[in-house]
């Protein structure tokens, strides 16, 4: 739609600029003095208190149900199973969270029929006047199952003789796909005839198997949904989602509501999401479908332990991946073939297996390989499904990849560094192997920052000393290209939803601004950033501005705050609004004041519109704004009163953030405890709107990234028994087990494809996290020859390798 | 989430009122409540799910850290806040404040009690091992007036186990006078910074003048068998010197070895052991240096 | 089954009739309506959302009964800024960014009040380990710590 935009910067008066600029965030003066509005802070008058029951077992048939005693607790007021709601509620599949790839969905409603395929499944729900009693209820509800096979892993999923997690399948691959090699089995047999000739023939061929754990960005608010129902209005759900648009297209298929009688309203605070609050899942479903049929209204407040069970369970996938270069280091060729683990499958819009999908196609990174054979398998098991977190699949590819260099590095004795350096893309935009566009920016410019900031010959003299002292630090490193919103262009074949950025701003006659878009923010601060946009356009104060959310009711359509959608493409639509809105006060005003004179003769700014050609011309912001919506008589021709638009925003290519780390540990050999001494990032981020903003996203990203990979996991036991459902368990980062994070974008480069030349930032952070320290760790002990490919990287994973290490040394 | 129904709440001001509400239930049908940082995840979990709760919060006579008899007397309701800020554990009970000063977080710290962590004796627990290794004892007093003392190591069992009779109550822990020229200290590990131990090990180390090791004590927590001691690394001690870093080594790697550990999603057998050897090292080393200064004293 | 109490919850009177099972942070919630106390932990009490004062301790409210807290006085976060005016504390964390979904920061801003009384001039490595008992997921606690120390700076 739009290309570049020229922002005229220069003749901004100086108090104008907004975009750049340290702003307080608006958003806090509430959430400090515990007036946030979270999901849980909403009641309805009657509310019933909706709590599920949930399988014990990993793989059952149900074979009876016996709620009788549930149903007699006083305040009860009904319970219900899947075989009650089996011919009420549509089953997913439904067409708007199918994605237009070929891969097998699974049949599925939102309470388990016939049988249970995960520890934790939903298998019925009671609801109750008191949310004790609840509790209550649910523990008399009698579940008798009869315990099948169950599938432990990926591994053993597509073994011919695995039990099927989905019966009436071949067997239990939902998903395969090639990616690279074009589009035709010709064109693939071809391109991997040819990896494999480049491997073959390589001088250098590091070959290696990754395995990544179970792990996701759990937020610290869990979900809910609570519904209304009126039979003349239809269905009001508030729901901790990032997409609310979609979920309401979704929620009026499955339940049969028309669309425009059924309103979805994320709440104006939520706890996080970071992926997780992205897909379209059961439980919502359930408590609207109960809504309307008790005709009361009916909420489901999530425990930590549903949560930790059934949601937040991400990257699990293994890569064989072979990495051929020349014996200088220049990668030749690449093949990775990954397996994921997908648990049961049944998961709206992401049925997750988009993920590894995208991180296979994000394999390549920042790195320029155009040779490469890439093919993912996504195995069902009888786990919970993958729910998206943040570095949405790539999170063990990333890993992968930075491992492999680093042992390039080693095989031909040249710095981890210089490897990275000679083969990052040098020439934007670029597509990778994959096909996927990566649109600007300038990535030697990046890494040089970072490793100037590092002074990495100083710390590899501190080393050496370090060693001879027999202590062991290391450097490692790691790098994201990151997705910088989601075109049309990926998202329509991928998930069948629009890309663009929305917005609509609407001023009104005092001179103030109300914007409205479609996301759902969890904590990024759009009521801040958006309001500095807009007053940056204006000319105003972003006090003046007002940014509502969430409200399918009142915002125009948006896919949802997914993939950095909100610094590249909803700000950018705010930016084309404001813009549409001060060409019409311009055309206006020079009518008025019979100037001969175009918009761009027009300079908004410290609250005053004045014409550049003499600047004693120059009106209030205000004076228009209401002559134009109160008094709009003596027009000129064509133009109307009113100052509200609404516009889209499709980035002309799809846009990515690049970022690289870097990650000092010291380790103590004798137990394999170590800690992370330092970690410094150095990103693109385009043109800084807030800069604490963007600062604050990368320290938590990387710090998530940090306790995925050092503390977190999902454990399932040889029974199918999930063993990690409370925070005594499922271990996150405290303050006291993670350093500040040192973090520079100084250089960036503006984005060519957007209005302010943003560059959205915060989805892959975490990506680049594992690599950067295992191979932190595994170059500090160099000496000892220790190679760390799996996680979670654990002390005593570093403790028993660091034994076989020495043990093999002592025999040789 | 949330506890299932409880019909009685009793906030008793005496030890006399807190046994005569224990007296009026039926067996097992009562409990007391401490700070209740553990036992609130049980009650609330479901696992236990007590019919009357008897709280202990204001009972005066429990509270407090005393001088007695030449040794030291913590009343149950102590809490870990007031015992890791007392400073006349220093030098021979350090231990106790190595182990307070790392319980959980501090909120946890506020409210829970060394009383609370005895009698529930939970299996990854500070206090159980530290009471153990600085030989205390824990004095009990029942519903029909009958006081008795034991040692720690006999009234902590198995995990959830202790030799606490129903109709008793926890009164105070008893360290005996602190022999001169010792010293003690507590550490643990977890995956994350004061997390619940995976291992957890005390060490008390009296010297004599010719600065070795006269009498030692050693205790592991962390285990499935219940907190125990190590006589196998308290023997290897004995006349050890203080800077004698290899044989210290070798006494920790003796604890090591002798102690009966499991393996579970923390840690496999091997590194449980490998933990307890560098712990244990570590411990020992710093009660050494504290009996040392004590010596002056 | 139900107990009267009476609790002071930032200085104004409750008296109610509860269920002995109704948690402290229910009471606060629901009973009082000030929902600026969370819960984002199940039953094991970890993630520390639920941070208020107990006579001027932070404590976790959803380790404790309602019943427990009778005759006691409470403060949430909703008590820290006085006749309007924020804290030192409150308007470091705005300066310093040190909130992003705000899910964690009442119950550190709880948890930092009374640590700071008690330990007014502590060093980074104090404030991190004084946070151990609250989990914050967005923002690396980076900020958190920032504003933290300001604030002890800024107290005199």
Not at chain 1, 211 to 225: D, M, S
Not at chain 1, 366 to 382: E, G
Request: net charge neutral; hydrophobic share 40%.
């Amino acid at each position: 739609m739009t290309s570049t935009i020229n922002m005229p910067h220069d003749r901004h008066p100086r108090s104008s600029n907004w975009v750049g600029r340290q702003f307080s965030r608006k958003e806090d003066h509430r959430l400090t003095t515990g007036k946030g509005q979270y999901f849980a802070d909403i009641l309805v008058p009657g509310m019933l208190h909706l709590v599920f029951v949930r399988s014990t077992h990993a793989h059952a048939r149900i074979k009876r149900i016996d709620s009788s005693a549930a149903r007699a607790l006083p305040g009860v007021v009904a319970v219900v199973t899947g075989a009650d709601i089996k011919d009420q509620i549509k089953s997913l599949p439904q067409p708007v969270v199918v994605p237009a790839l070929p891969a097998r969905y699974p049949t599925f409603w939102p309470l388990a029929v016939d049988k249970v395929k995960f520890h934790g499944e939903p298998v019925a729900a009671v609801i109750a006047r008191d949310k004790y009693v609840a509790e209550d209820a649910a523990e008399l509800v009698e579940v008798e199952y009869e315990a099948l096979p169950h599938v432990r892993n990926m591994e053993t999923a597509l073994d011919p003789a695995a039990p099927l997690v989905h019966e009436g399948w071949p067997d239990n691959e939902m998903f395969a796909l090639t990616f690279t090699g074009g589009g035709t089995p010709e064109t693939q047999a071809a391109n991997d005839a040819e990896v494999d000739g480049l491997i073959r023939a390589a001088d250098v061929l590091v070959k290696q198997r990754y395995r990544v754990h179970r792990c996701g960005v759990t937020p610290l608010e869990t979900r809910g949904a609570l519904a209304t129902w009126d039979d003349g209005d239809g269905m009001t759900a508030w729901i901790t989602t990032q997409r609310p648009h979609i979920d309401r297209l979704a929620m009026s298929d499955v339940l049969d509501i028309p669309a425009e009688k059924l309103r979805v309203i994320a709440p104006r605070d939520q706890g996080g999401g970071f992926g997780v609050k992205a897909p379209f899942y059961r439980e919502p479903i359930l408590v609207c479908y109960m809504a309307r049929k008790l005709k009361r209204p009916v909420r489901w407040l999530e425990t930590r332990e549903e949560h930790l069970m059934s949601v937040s369970q991400e990257r699990d996938q293994m890569h064989d991946l072979e990495v051929a270069a020349t014996k200088d280091g220049r990668i030749v060729a690449l093949r990775d073939r990954g397996l994921a683990d997908n648990g049961d499958g049944c998961e709206g819009v992401y049925w997750g297996y988009l993920m590894p999908f995208l991180g296979a196609a994000l394999l390549p990174n920042a790195y320029d390989l155009p040779k490469c054979d890439i093919k993912i398998r996504v195995a069902c098991t009888n786990k919970a499904v993958l729910s998206p977190a943040r570095s949405f699949g790539a999170f063990p590819a990333r890993f992968a990849l930075e491992r492999s260099i680093d042992k390039i590095a080693r095989r031909i004795g040249k710095d981890p560094a210089e490897v990275r350096r000679i083969n990052f893309i040098r020439s934007l935009p670029h597509v990778t192997a994959t096909g996927v566009n990566y649109d600007s920016g300038d990535f030697l410019k990046v890494w040089d920052l970072l490793i100037k900031t590092i002074d990495l010959p100083k710390f590899r003299a501190e080393q050496q000393e370090a060693r001879r002292q027999g202590r062991y630090i290391g450097l490692g490193f790691g790098v994201g290209a990151e997705l910088s919103g989601v075109a049309s262009s990926v998202l329509v074949p991928m998930e069948n939803q629009p890309g663009y950025g929305a917005a609509t701003v609407r001023l009104d006659p005092r001179g103030k601004v109300l914007v409205f878009e479609g996301d759902a923010p969890g904590g990024q601060g759009h009521e801040t950033t958006m309001a500095q946009v807009v007053a940056q356009e204006f000319g105003i104060h972003p006090n003046d501005v007002i940014v509502a959310h969430g409200d399918t009711g009142t915002t125009p359509f948006g896919s949802g705050t997914i993939g950095a959608r909100s610094g590249s493409y909803t700000v950018s639509a705010i930016s084309i609004a404001c813009r549409f809105l001060k060409k019409k006060i311009a055309r206006i005003m020079a009518h008025d004041l019979k100037l001969d004179a175009d918009p761009s003769d027009f300079v908004f700014g410290d609250g005053q519109i004045v014409f550049t050609k003499d600047d004693n011309i120059r009106k209030t912001f205000r004076e228009m704004v209401e002559r134009i919506i109160m008094a709009p008589l003596n027009l000129p021709q064509g133009e109307s009163g009113g100052l509200e638009h609404t516009a889209f925003f499709e980035a002309d290519a799809p846009m990515i953030c690049f970022s690289a780390h870097a990650c000092f540990v010291e380790v103590d050999a004798k137990t394999g405890q170590f800690k992370i001494t330092r970690y410094v990032t150095s990103e693109d981020v385009g043109t800084v709107i807030n800069p604490q903003i963007v600062e604050a996203q990368v320290q938590g990203g990387v710090v998530q990234g940090i306790s995925n990979a050092l503390f977190e996991q999902f454990v399932y036991d040889e029974a199918g028994q999930q063993l990690t459902s409370t925070f005594e368990n499922y271990k996150l980062a405290t303050a006291a087990d993670v350093p500040s994070i040192e973090v520079h974008h100084e250089a960036g480069t503006p984005c060519p494809h957007t209005p302010l030349g943003s560059r959205g930032l915060g989805e892959g952070i975490p990506g680049a996290v594992p690599g950067a320290v295992t191979n932190a760790v595994c170059d500090a002990l160099q000496p000892f020859g220790v190679e760390i490919d799996e996680l979670p990287l654990r002390p005593d994973r570093i403790w028993r390798a660091l034994k076989a290490a020495t043990e093999k040394t002592a025999a040789e | 989430m949330y506890p299932a129904p409880i019909e009685n709440y009793v906030a008793p001001a005496t030890v006399q009122e807190a046994l005569k509400a224990l007296g009026g239930q039926a067996a097992g049908e009562a409990h007391f409540i401490a700070g209740g940082q553990s036992l609130m995840q049980a009650i609330k979990s479901r696992l236990i799910s007590p019919r009357t709760l008897i709280d202990l919060q204001h009972v005066a006579e429990l509270k407090g850290i005393s001088a007695e008899a030449g040794g030291v007397r913590i009343g149950a309701m102590t809490r870990y806040r007031s015992i890791a800020g007392e400073e006349r554990l220093n030098g021979a009970y350090e231990a106790l404040r190595d182990a307070a000063s790392h319980v959980g977080d501090r909120q946890v710290r506020n409210r829970g009690t060394i009383g609370g962590s005895l009698c529930w004796n939970y299996l990854a627990a500070c206090m159980p091992p530290t009471c153990i290794g600085l030989g205390a004892s824990v004095e009990l007093l029942d519903t029909k007036g009958e006081k008795r003392t034991l040692p720690a190591e006999e009234f902590l069992r198995g995990p959830l186990e202790t030799a606490r009779k129903e109709n008793e109550i926890l009164l105070a822990v008893v360290l005996p006078g602190a022999p001169a020229r010792s010293g003690s200290a507590y550490k643990k590990w977890g995956l994350v910074t004061d997390a619940l131990p995976v291992v957890g090990v005390c060490a008390f180390v009296q010297i004599g003048d010719d600065g070795r090791c006269r009498r030692a004590r050693l205790a592991v927590g962390g285990l499935a068998t219940g907190p125990r001691r190590s006589k196998a690394g308290e023997e290897a001690l004995a006349g050890v010197a203080a800077k004698d870093a290899e044989a210290i080594a070798a006494a920790a790697d003796r604890a090591a070895a002798s102690t009966e550990v499991q393996a579970d999603m923390w840690a496999d057998a091997s590194y449980r052991k490998a933990l307890i050897s560098t712990l244990a090292r570590e411990v020992v080393s710093t009660a050494f240096a504290r009996a040392q200064a004590r010596r002056a004293a | 089954m139900n107990k009267t109490i009476s609790i002071t919850i930032n200085g104004e009177a409750y008296q109610q009739s509860v269920p002995i099972r109704m948690l402290l942070v229910d009471f606060i919630r629901d009973v009082a309506g000030l929902t600026g106390t969370h819960v984002a932990c199940t039953f094991e009490g970890v993630c520390g959302a639920c941070t208020v004062h107990l006579d001027g301790e932070a404590v976790k409210s959803c380790l404790m009964l309602a019943v427990q807290a009778d005759g006691h006085r409470i403060t949430t976060v909703e008590g820290l800024a006085v006749d309007g005016e924020l804290s030192i504390l409150q308007k470091a964390f705005n300066d310093h960014h040190a909130l992003q979904c705000g899910f964690c920061t009442s119950g550190i801003l709880m948890n930092a009040a009374e640590f700071l009384k008690v330990n007014p001039r502590p060093t980074e490595a104090e404030i991190r380990s004084a946070l151990v008992g609250n989990l914050c997921r967005c923002t690396g606690y980076a900020h958190i710590v920032d504003a933290i120390k300001e604030a002890a700076g800024r107290a005199g």
